[in-house]
C-alpha cells in the first residue's frame, strides 16, 4: 500500500572518474525528451553524464538490454505500482490492480474491514490476455484483482508462498500458481523473469499495514483487504525477449540492497517513498542498480481514483523532490513520470505498439 516510508537524504558522493567512449556513447542512446507529465518543476531529465564506477562500458553493459530495439516491447503504467508489458502478441502483467475501490485511506477514515470487490468490466478492458501475471506481495492494491484475472484467463502467477495460499483459498487453481522466493531466473519462452527478495516500505514508526506470512490456507475465504497480509515482497526484473529492454519492478519503497546488486536494468520503475524511514533510499538503490538509464516513478498515486482520468497524485507523495533527487544522484538517467493513458515503447517513450 502506499503510505510507505524511507529516506531521501542526499546524492551519493561521485567518484571522480570520467566516462570512457563506450559508456558515454551508450548512455547517449538512452536520452531524450521526457514523457508527458512531468512536473514543471522536474522537466526533461538532465542529459549529463555521471562518473563512472571504474568498469568499462563493455562491463556495465552486460546484463543491459541492447539498446535500439525500442518497438520490441510497450508498457503500460496500470496506476499504483502496476505495469502491462506486451512483447509482440504476449503479455506480461505486475501487480495488476485496476478496480480501485475506496477504503477511506485518502479521507482520514481509513477501514480496513473494507470488502474485497473486483469490477470485471474495468479489469479486462487494461488488461488484454496476459500468459503471466507477477505479484509483488499480497497486500489488495496489488492482489485483489489477480483472482480475477487468473481465473478468466489461466495466465500463470508468479508469487510468495502467501500469495499461493491466499489465491488457491480465493478460487485460483493451485497448477496456475508458481511459488518463488527470490533468486530464480526462470525463461518463459524467451520472456525472462528474475525475481528479486525485496522489502516493504514503512512508515514513520517503521511499520506497516497486515504484516505477516501465510505457511498454510487461511482459515476462512479473504473478504476483506485486512485478510489480504503482505506475506513477503519480491521485485522483479523481466527482460522483454534477447533484443528487447529490461525492466526492474517494485511493489513497494524499500529494497535489499545486495540482492539488487548487480542487475543492472534498462529501465527501473521505482516506488516513490512517503517519508524517511530507509536510510539514503534513492542514492543506494540507483547506486546498487547500476545508475540505470530511465527511472520511472510509481506508486505515488492516489490508487482509489478511477484510472478514467489522469493520475491523481497522493499528497503523502512528495513526487517533485523524488524526481529531483533522482536528477541530483543520477544526472544522465531520464526520468519518465508515467500516464496510464500513454502507451510507450521499450525506451520509455510514447509510441509503443498497441
Not at 501487480?95 to 475506496?102: A, K, M, S
Not at 489488495?140 to 489477480?146: K, S
Not at 510509481?298 to 489522469?310: A, K, Q, T
Amino acid at each position: 500500500m502506499t503510505q510507505e516510508t524511507h529516506a531521501m537524504n542526499g546524492p551519493a558522493e561521485p567518484s571522480g572518474r570520467r566516462p570512457d567512449r563506450r559508456t558515454v556513447l551508450r548512455r547517449a542512446a538512452v536520452l531524450g525528451a521526457a514523457a508527458p507529465l512531468i512536473p514543471a518543476a522536474a522537466a526533461d531529465a538532465t542529459a549529463g553524464e555521471t562518473a563512472t564506477t571504474g568498469k568499462s562500458g563493455e562491463a556495465r553493459a552486460r546484463g543491459r538490454g541492447r539498446g535500439p530495439a525500442a518497438g520490441a516491447a510497450a508498457f503500460r503504467w496500470l496506476g499504483t505500482a502496476g505495469w502491462r508489458i506486451d512483447v509482440g502478441d504476449r503479455t506480461v502483467l505486475f501487480d495488476p490492480y485496476l478496480t480501485r475501490f475506496e477504503t477511506g485511506l485518502y479521507q482520514g477514515a481509513f477501514d480496513p474491514r473494507t470488502p474485497l470487490r473486483t469490477r470485471p468490466d474495468i479489469v479486462d478492458a487494461h488488461v488484454g490476455r496476459p500468459e503471466l501475471v507477477l505479484v509483488s506481495h499480497s497486500h489488495w492494491d496489488h492482489l485483489a484483482d489477480v483472482p480475477h484475472i487468473a481465473k478468466t484467463t489461466g495466465a500463470r502467477v508468479v508469487g510468495t508462498e502467501t500469495t499461493y495460499h491466499l489465491l488457491v483459498a480465493l478460487g485460483v487453481d493451485a497448477g496456475q500458481i508458481s511459488v518463488v522466493k527470490g533468486g530464480e531466473v526462470l525463461d518463459f519462452g524467451g520472456i525472462v523473469v528474475e525475481v528479486v527478495p525485496s522489502l516493504h516500505s514503512r512508515n514513520k514508526k517503521c511499520a506497516y499495514f497486515a504484516p505477516g506470512t501465510l505457511n498454510a490456507p487461511p482459515a476462512t475465504v479473504p473478504s476483506t483487504i485486512s485478510d489480504l497480509p503482505e506475506g513477503d515482497t519480491l521485485a522483479f526484473q523481466v527482460r522483454a525477449g534477447d533484443d528487447g529492454p529490461s525492466a526492474f519492478l517494485m511493489g513497494a519503497s524499500d529494497f535489499d540492497e545486495r540482492a539488487v546488486r548487480g542487475l543492472r536494468p534498462d529501465l527501473a520503475m521505482v516506488a516513490v517513498p512517503a517519508g524517511t524511514a530507509t536510510h539514503r533510499y534513492v542514492p543506494r538503490l540507483l547506486g546498487a542498480l547500476d545508475t540505470p538509464g530511465v527511472v520511472v516513478p510509481v506508486h505515488w498515486d492516489n490508487f482509489e481514483v478511477p484510472l478514467s482520468g489522469p493520475p491523481v497524485r497522493d499528497p503523502a507523495m512528495d513526487l517533485d523532490a523524488f524526481v529531483a533527487q533522482v536528477r541530483q544522484v543520477s544526472p544522465a538517467a531520464r526520468v519518465v513520470v508515467p500516464d496510464h493513458r500513454t502507451v510507450y515503447d521499450g525506451t520509455m517513450r510514447p509510441g509503443g505498439p498497441r
